[in-house]
T-cell receptor, first 112, second 113 residues
């Protein structure tokens, strides 16, 4: 069976500090991968998606970036965090050619 | 563009009450429709889905029917439990690659004993 992991689960960072959130998927190969942000009281906003190693598409311009160094690893990064980057970050995957997305447990980020 | 509209919450019900959470959508093509559930502090879990008109998705006592004529996908459950308290998201997808997922803003359900 497939599983998706995210870490850390919770993170408190000062404004201006760097960020690295990691997501890994097990039990499947060549998945599509996604990063979403869920701000308090709002829906899910798609930030990035990837259909393969090194292939990243950005949906929303911001100070965040994503990378996919391995087939089942997806990393969300920032060089300098802003207060507005606080939120709940969710990673998801789907099988190539299929629509259903499966979500990880999420990382709660608080920028102070 | 495509969009999903959900009823605003919170929805507060007593245990064993009937649940309806409304969801309507706009889309240019023929999307697949989904309901996801998010329990406190967790990620989203797929609850049910329907891929074409008149399909009914069902899981754990929840049901939703894809109504093309009314562009709706309302979530229903005959008898809610306290453990159903969560946030429910309606979503659509028009692309087989998945990156065209559009989510509603979510509806919080609180079930009281």
């Amino acid at each position: 069976s497939q599983t998706i992991h995210q870490w850390p689960a919770t993170l408190v960072q000062p404004v201006g500090s760097p960020l690295s959130l990691e997501c890994t998927v097990e039990g499947t190969s060549n998945p599509n991968l996604y990063w979403y942000r869920q701000a308090a009281g709002r829906g899910l906003q798609l930030l990035f998606y990837s259909v393969g190693i090194g292939q990243i598409s950005s949906e929303v311009p911001q100070n965040l970036s994503a990378s996919r160094p391995q087939d089942r690893q997806f990393i969300l990064s920032s060089k300098k965090l802003l207060l507005s980057d606080s939120g709940f970050y969710l990673c998801a995957w789907s099988r190539t050619g299929q629509e259903t997305q499966y979500f990880g447990p999420g990382t709660r980020l608080l920028v102070l | 563009g495509d969009s999903v509209t959900q009823m605003e919450g919170p929805v507060t019900l007593s245990e064993e009450a009937f649940l309806t959470i409304n969801c309507t959508y706009t889309a240019t093509g023929y999307p697949s429709l989904f309901w996801y559930v998010q329990y406190p502090g967790e990620g989203l879990q797929l609850l049910l889905k329907a891929t074409k008109a008149d399909d009914k998705g069902s899981n754990k006592g929840f049901e939703a029917t894809y109504r093309k004529e009314t562009t709706s996908f309302h979530l229903e459950k005959g008898s809610v439990q306290v453990s159903d308290s969560a946030v429910y998201f309606c979503a659509l997808s028009e692309g087989r690659q998945g990156f065209s997922f559009i989510f509603g803003k979510g509806t919080r359900l609180l079930v009281k004993p």
